[in-house]
């Protein structure tokens, strides 16, 4: 899951998909195209989101999108088109590519790009959770049958 800071959507990406599937059989993280906020909890408004939905992510740490993420995980879900250049820009090949998709293309008659709250009040929030919880869980229904 990457967005650009790696502290608002790619965070509750990571929560509700890890969520949603059994412990132990997938390795889910996330990640920023930008490094800026490396090391830093997920946005306080996107830890309480999540609460309210009974997720936790005061676990994770904001991380910088490296090469080696192409060969750490078989998909790679960008939150918006901005992003996805940006990680398709690090590829070193068709085969990294091909990982790297848009979150938003699992759902029908989406927008594509899963928009950044940072700048926006709560209810921007609530929005990207439920866009993303469900894109999960039609990620989840794939993965599971």
């Given at each position: 899951m990457v967005c650009l800071g790696n502290i608002c959507r790619s965070p509750l990406a990571e929560g509700i998909l890890k969520a949603k599937l059994p412990q132990g059989n997938f390795f889910v993280d996330s990640a920023g195209t930008s490094g800026f906020h490396s090391g830093e909890l997920p946005d306080p408004r996107s830890i309480d989101v999540a609460r309210k939905h009974g997720i936790n992510i005061t676990d994770q740490r904001s991380r910088q999108f490296?090469?080696?993420?192409?060969?750490?995980?078989?998909?790679?879900?960008?939150?918006?088109?901005?992003?996805?250049?940006?990680?398709?820009?690090?590829?070193?090949?068709?085969?990294?590519?091909?990982?790297?998709?848009?979150?938003?293309?699992?759902?029908?008659?989406?927008?594509?790009?899963?928009?950044?709250?940072?700048?926006?009040?709560?209810?921007?929030?609530?929005?990207?959770?439920?866009?993303?919880?469900?894109?999960c869980e039609k990620i989840h229904n794939k993965l599971i049958t």
């Open positions: 490296t090469v080696s993420d192409f060969d750490e995980f078989d998909i790679i879900f960008a939150m918006d088109s901005s992003n996805y250049q940006n990680i398709i820009n690090l590829a070193r090949n068709e085969k990294d590519i091909l990982k790297v998709k848009l979150i938003l293309n699992e759902l029908e008659n989406s927008t594509k790009d899963v928009p950044d709250p940072y700048y926006g009040g709560d209810q921007g929030f609530e929005q990207v959770f439920q866009l993303l919880d469900t894109a």
